[in-house]
Structure formats: structure tokens, C-alpha cells
């Protein structure tokens, strides 16, 4: 039979998802192809791979898909890798551009908008070059290696304001204006409005491509990323050019990779409150793919 036709998003926070596929025990034997969120999800949709890293919002949007049981991309409390950076106290924000290659961060700033911060600016869509951005827009959202390189780098130059942003030097981001950028951590402000964690992305799928074999390959690949987080932050410290032990550091205890109870929890919060700003139609009960059950894996570190 020809392998699965899966799709990966390629930021460093799937590494340890995939480490078993593209370093480890399951080397060669499904077909992956890397992309960004949002495409991970329109191939899922269209049917040109059998299962995808999603933005979880899609979940809502795609019908006949199943969600691969205790895997995913979560944050407990902060992320350092979806930020929106502004150039104004939130309170004066009218427009914000929204990096169009996540869904699900897209529909939780609209959320955060309408019920933490109380504003109802414009949004409208851009790739993520944040000085170009900026010129347009009061705030953008950046998400992924962009975000986590300028949390990193604003970190050490950067105080909190009242509000809880992060105040920032704007040459710190590359950026040619005198007052400073404020920075919101996308989690931080959802925990502090909802009190649960955020979840960001899942394995769905496909109900015919599901066999018990692969869960447990999926799961396994993961639990074998978890043992090997040294290597991998590495390897993208090379190409990300930021320290090794930083990253290690944002995989470990930025990023959750279970789908636990409390993580489903912050799930169906966030898919009742995308559905009452009308971002979906009625939410959709969360289904777990079988047959399996979910294991805790040993070497799966929670964050």
C-alpha cells in the first residue's frame, strides 16, 4: 500500500512532532511535505495529503477529519512564538494586520479583542514582514520563528508596563521609529481571560488513513523529538542564528505537546467563543481518531 501523504508546518515547534519521521525509527516511511499552517489545513481540506498539522480552528471548518489522540501544540501559560507587537498603547489600536499564514492565532486576537482588550479595530491580512506592517497598521500579529526571534531578542531590553506588555526599543526589531513597540505574549493575554491554556495546532486526519499502527507511530515520533530536544535546538540554532540553550529552553517549557484535560478544556473554550463571534458556525465536539486510546508517553515533558 502507498505510505500516508502528511503535511508539517515548518517552524521549530513541530520539530519534536516530527523528529521520528525525519531523524528517528520512522525514517522513510510516510511522505512528508513542510509547509505553513494555513496550508497545511487548505491540503488536508482538498484532499491532496491523508493527515496535517492544522491551526485548530480548521478543525471547526474541515468535516470528515479526526484528531490524533494526546499530540498537539499548546501553551500553558506563555509562548514567546505568537506575539502582537504594536506601536500604541492597545486602548488606541485601530487597525491590525494579521499574519495570514495562521488561522487560529488570527481568531484569537479577534477574540482577545473583543472580550480582554475591549477594542474593535480593522483587521486585514499580511505576510509577515513586520517593518512593512508597521507602516500600515497600528499592531501586527507575528507568529513562529519571527515572533520567537524577536521575543528573544527584546527579552533582554525590554521592561512591562502596567498593562503587562513587554516594552521594547523599536531598533531592537529592525524598526525606524523613536517610540517603543509593545509587545502582548498571544497566551499570556488568553490565560489571563480565560484562566485555561491555549491550544494551537493538531494532528487531524482523514478517518479512513487511521490505524492503530499509526497512532502509535505519531505518538512515538514525539516521545523520541522529546528525548532528542538538545540536538534538535542545535540544529536550529544554526539557521535561526539564536542560542542553542534558548531554544531548548522554548521547546521545553513554552510548548506543550500533550492534548491532556486541561488543554482540551482551553479547546472548547475558544471554539465557544470563535463561535459566538460568528469566526464559525456552531462548534463541533472535538473527535478523537481510534481505534487507540492515548498513552502517556514516557519522555513527553509537560510545559
Known amino acids: 500500500m ?3 501523504r502528511i503535511s508539517v508546518v515548518q517552524y521549530l515547534n513541530t520539530a519534536p512532532l516530527v523528529r521520528g519521521f525525519t531523524k528517528g525509527p520512522f525514517r522513510g516511511k510516510y511522505q512528508l511535505s513542510f509547509t505553513v499552517p494555513s496550508l497545511c489545513a487548505e491540503a488536508l481540506r482538498s484532499g491532496d495529503v491523508d493527515l496535517a498539522i492544522i491551526p485548530v480552528i480548521e478543525y471547526q471548518r474541515i468535516p470528515g477529519v479526526v484528531v490524533l489522540p494526546n499530540l498537539s501544540i499548546s501553551s500553558k501559560r506563555s509562548v514567546r512564538s505568537l506575539l502582537l507587537v504594536s506601536r500604541k498603547p492597545l486602548q488606541e489600536v485601530q487597525r491590525i494586520a494579521l499574519d495570514r499564514s495562521s488561522r487560529s492565532t488570527q481568531a484569537l486576537v479577534r477574540i482577545l479583542c473583543a472580550k480582554r482588550w475591549n477594542i474593535a ?3 486585514f491580512e499580511a505576510e509577515p514582514d513586520l517593518p512593512a506592517i508597521l507602516q500600515e497598521a497600528d499592531a501586527a500579529l507575528l507568529i513562529g520563528d519571527p ?3 524577536l521575543a528573544l531578542n527584546s ?3 525590554a521592561k512591562r508596563n502596567a498593562s503587562g506588555a513587554l516594552l521594547c526599543p523599536a531598533e531592537v526589531a529592525g524598526l525606524p521609529f523613536s517610540a517603543p513597540l509593545y509587545i502582548y505574549d498571544v497566551v ?4 489571563s481571560l480565560t484562566d485555561f491554556p491555549a491550544v494551537l495546532a493538531f494532528w487531524a486526519a482523514r478517518r479512513d488513513a487511521i490505524t492503530a499502527e499509526v497512532i502509535q507511530d505519531f505518538q512515538g515520533s514525539l516521545a523520541f523529538g522529546m ?3 538538545k540536538e534538535i535546538s542545535a540544529e ?3 539557521e535561526l542564528g539564536l542560542p542553542a540553550g534558548k531554544l531548548e529552553r522554548y521547546l521545553a517549557e513554552n510548548i506543550d505537546y500533550t492534548l491532556d484535560q486541561e488543554n482540551l478544556e482551553g479547546l472548547r473554550r475558544y471554539f465557544g467563543l470563535a463561535a459566538e ?3 464559525v458556525g456552531n462548534a463541533k465536539q472535538v473527535e478523537m481518531a481510534s481505534p487507540a486510546k492515548a498513552p502517556e508517553l514516557a519522555g513527553v515533558r509537560r510545559a
Open 188 to 191: 499570556e493575554e488568553w490565560r
Open 2 to 4: 502507498p505510505s500516508l
Open 277 to 279: 463571534l460568528g469566526l
Open 236 to 238: 536550529s540554532s544554526l
Open 227 to 229: 528525548r532528542h530536544l
Open 121 to 123: 479595530p480593522q483587521f
Open 147 to 149: 515572533a520567537l526571534r
Open 155 to 157: 527579552e533582554a531590553n
